[in-house]
C-alpha cells in the first residue's frame, strides 16, 4: 500500500552555488534557535545556533539569520558541497531550555 | 561521532509487547533528551532528565516511560506497542539544558 509521510520541502542547488534554506517558527517566547542536519541513517547534527539577542551569526560556511519581527529563521550555505545533502531541520527551544521543537525540514539536493 | 550511544540499533518487536531503548550521554552530560521520529509526526520531543530528575514532558503517550540511573545513562520503556509506535528513537545529551544538544544514531523499532 501508499505509504503516508511528512511531504518535505526540496531545494536542489548545483555544486558551488550558495544555498538558503528557509523556517518559520511559531513561539514568540523562544529565545533559542538551532539548525540540525540530518544524514540518511543517522541522528540529527548540531550545525549552528543563535540567540534571540542576535539577528546573525557565521560558522564555517554558514550563516544563520534571525528575524524576530516575522518569527523567521534561515540557514545560508555558501559553495554547496554534495556532502551537504541532507535534509536540515530548524529547532526553537522552549521551555526554558528543556525542549527543542523541530520544524518539518526541508530536503537539501546538490546536483553535481 | 556524537559521543552518544543508544542501543539496539534495530529493534522487531510485535504489537502489546514491551521494550527498552538505552541510552549513554557524551562524557560529562548531565541532561538526556528522548525523540521520536517517524514519517507522519517528524521530530517530536518526548521527555527531559537531568540529573536524575524529570525536567520536562512533551509528546509522551503514558505507555512510554523514562528515567536516568545514576550513571547518568537513560532508559526508554515502551509497552503495549502498536503499530503507530513504529518509529526511530533518539537520544540526545548536552551539558546544561540550555546548551547544544548531541544526538545519538537512534533506534529504529519496528512493531509488526
Known amino acids: 500500500g501508499e505509504s503516508v509521510g511528512l511531504h518535505l520541502p526540496t531545494l536542489s542547488v548545483q555544486e558551488g552555488d550558495n544555498s538558503i534554506i528557509n523556517c518559520a517558527y511559531s513561539?514568540?517566547?523562544?529565545?533559542?534557535f538551532i539548525w540540525y542536519k540530518q544524514e540518511s541513517g543517522k541522528g540529527p547534527q548540531f550545525i549552528i545556533d543563535i540567540r534571540s539577542n542576535m539577528d546573525k551569526r557565521q560558522g564555517q560556511r554558514v550563516t544563520v539569520l534571525l528575524n524576530k519581527t516575522v518569527k523567521h529563521l534561515s540557514l545560508q550555505i555558501a559553495a554547496t558541497q554534495p556532502g551537504d545533502s541532507a535534509v536540515y531541520f530548524c529547532a526553537e527551544n522552549t521551555g526554558g531550555g528543556n525542549k527543542l521543537t523541530f520544524g518539518t525540514g526541508t530536503q537539501l539536493k546538490v546536483e553535481l | 561521532d556524537s559521543g552518544v550511544t543508544q542501543t539496539p540499533k534495530h529493534l522487531i518487536t510485535a504489537t502489546g509487547q514491551r521494550v527498552t531503548l538505552r541510552c549513554s550521554p557524551r562524557?560529562?552530560?548531565?541532561?538526556v533528551y528522548w525523540y521520536q521520529q517517524s514519517l507522519d509526526q517528524g521530530l517530536q520531543f518526548l521527555i527531559h532528565?537531568?540529573?536524575?530528575?524529570?525536567?520536562a514532558k512533551g509528546n509522551i503517550l503514558e505507555r512510554f516511560s523514562a528515567q536516568q540511573f545514576p550513571d547518568l545513562h537513560s532508559e526508554l520503556n515502551l509497552s503495549s506497542l502498536e503499530l503507530g509506535d513504529s518509529a526511530l528513537y533518539f537520544c540526545?545529551?548536552?551539558?546544561?539544558?540550555?546548551?547544544?544538544?548531541?544526538f545519538g544514531p537512534g533506534t529504529r523499532l519496528t512493531v509488526l
Open positions: 540526545a545529551s548536552s551539558d546544561i539544558p540550555y546548551n547544544e544538544q548531541f
Open positions: 532528565y537531568y540529573n536524575g530528575e524529570e525536567r
Open positions: 562524557s560529562g552530560d548531565l541532561s
Open positions: 513561539n514568540s517566547a523562544s529565545d533559542y
